[in-house]
């Protein structure tokens, strides 16, 4: 948009020669209506250099009224045509090779420096003294006053308006010796004294002259001090009243026996001696067995009768509980105990995964509906053959069938009850004919009866161990003997199928 700018308006570039002004109001736009380039206001730039009202400028009038009578004055349509214009109208011998005339430094602007130098030396100036005073203010209300500290009073300062100073010095007396009633001091002034009738001491004490010195009204002459009291003195004004001072004993000495101390007796040690524990017990799993992935569950220990217990290498009491987490993998928990001998206990639990189990999703299918056909198929009879199957036991001994036993104790032979049938059966020992000592068939988990003991789901072809257990009394005779009669039964038969008889004997030595 081109706007009637001001053939006196421009900028400034880096060397200070004159641009291009710019056509709005900005602080780079100077006036060289005075030849020097001046700062305006962006009021009047708006109001005079941007708009036709520029004839009405007091700097542009200014620099008309230099030119001559009937000068034209052109107002051009934006601020490149009067650049130009103004240019070409100035180019000349000091112009330089784009037709541009050098600005020459004002003396407006050395003026507007040293304005602002002195205000700043003005502000400088007063902040100094704001400070000076300031600290000056803080040191008297902070410091102490050197006169009040020096100051020594003295004591001719003051006029002396005491009266005269009376001494009585009194020695202490045994608490048996009844002390007289000490005399009262009167304080006499004038040219005579009346004779004072002299108290009455004890035994103990030695009377001596009390000399009474009147202070004087007047300030201290010449800084020499009174003198002490029972001081001798020529001087006229002291008057010697007849006071009898009593004289103090010299202090006894006393000799006060001292004890001596024992010496140190030995400190008896106790050596602390360490208690056994009792049979260690360890209890350690978790709450769940089993979990699904990221589930959680207590594992919990109570211990006890050991020496220190550790928690997955962590040291921890005897009981207590931590929560534990699975991700997609079975976790296994470590517990160590270290026993009363030092040796040490690892007891291990395991924490299973249980995999999620996968959804069907049903997949619909047609089935095509069948069509029978009637088909007739003679049926021949036909006849399972029966299972045939042959029972057989045997009983033996596993080593010698008579033994020597102590009275008193209980002794066992081994015995061999095989299955020698073709199918699996319960096969069952028995005594048949019993001695005076008790007997006994045993299992070998220590499940035992008396007459018959039966063992179930014998293979065929294989063999059951088996004990026949004698306990011998305490009271039977040397050489003294019981023999049995052992028979084996093939459960499977109903019995009916059996071993031969199996003796055996035990003799009390």
Not at 21 to 35: H, I, K, Q, Y
Not at 279 to 308: H, I, M, S, Y
Not at 438 to 450: A, G, N, P, T
Request: net charge negative.
């Amino acid at each position: 948009m081109n706007r009637p700018i001001c053939q006196h308006l421009a900028t400034l570039d880096t060397a200070d020669r004159r641009a291009t002004p710019v056509d709005f109001p900005s602080f780079e736009n100077v006036c060289l209506a005075a030849g020097a380039p001046e700062l305006i206001l962006l009021g009047d730039q708006a109001t005079y250099c941007l708009s036709g009202g520029c004839t009405n400028c007091p700097r542009f009038t200014a620099a008309e009224h230099m030119q001559p009578a009937g000068a034209f004055v052109p107002l051009y349509g934006s601020a490149e045509d009067a650049w130009q214009v103004k240019s070409r109208s100035a180019a000349g011998p000091a112009a330089d090779g784009f037709g541009f005339i050098e600005d020459q430094p004002s003396a407006s602007r050395r003026w507007a420096w040293l304005g602002a130098g002195l205000i700043f030396l003005s502000v400088f100036a007063c902040g100094t003294m704001v400070a000076v005073y300031s600290g000056w203010q803080w040191a008297t209300r902070t410091l102490p006053n050197p006169a009040a500290l020096g100051r020594v009073d003295t004591l001719t300062d003051a006029p002396n308006t005491r009266g005269p100073e009376v001494y009585l010095v009194l020695t202490a007396t045994p608490p048996a010796v009844a002390l007289a009633a000490p005399p009262t001091a009167q304080i006499i002034t004038g040219a005579s004294l009346p004779a004072l009738a002299a108290p009455a001491l004890p035994s103990a004490v030695t009377p001596t002259p009390l000399v009474v010195r009147p202070r004087p009204t007047g300030p201290i002459e010449d800084g020499v001090p009174p003198a002490a009291p029972g001081t001798a003195t020529t001087d006229p004004s002291l008057v010697d009243v007849g006071l009898l001072v009593p004289t103090r004993r010299p202090t006894p000495e006393f000799d006060l026996p001292t004890s001596t101390p024992l010496a140190d007796l030995p400190t008896a040690t106790q050596t602390a001696t360490p208690v056994p524990l009792g049979t260690p017990v360890v209890v350690f799993g978790p709450d769940a067995k089993e979990l699904k992935k990221d589930g959680c569950t207590l594992v919990r220990w109570a211990v006890q009768n050991v020496r220190a217990v550790y928690y997955e290498n962590l040291a921890m009491t005897g009981e207590g509980q931590k929560e534990e987490c699975i991700s997609n993998h079975d976790e296994t928990y470590t517990l160590m105990v270290v026993l009363d001998n030092g040796q040490s206990q690892i007891y291990t639990t395991t924490v299973l995964y249980l995999p999620p189990t996968p959804t069907i999703t049903p997949t619909p299918s047609f089935t095509p509906e069948p069509v029978y056909t009637p088909t007739w198929t003679p049926i021949a009879p036909t006849s399972t053959p029966a299972k045939q199957v042959a029972y057989g036991v045997s009983l033996s001994a596993n080593g010698a069938t008579s033994i020597t036993c102590t009275a008193g104790q209980t002794c066992e032979i081994g015995l061999l009850l095989t299955n020698s049938g073709t199918d699996t059966d319960n096969l069952s020992a028995s005594v048949m004919e019993g001695g005076p000592f008790s007997i006994q068939i045993c299992r070998l988990d220590s499940v035992c009866d008396k007459n018959n003991l039966t063992i179930y789901n014998v293979g065929p072809g294989n063999t059951a161990f088996v004990n026949a257990r004698v306990s011998v009394p305490g009271d039977a005779t040397a050489g003294q003997s019981a023999s049995y009669n052992l028979q084996g039964f093939s459960e499977g038969s109903g019995r009916n199928v059996s071993s031969g008889v199996l003796g055996i004997s035990v003799t009390a030595p």
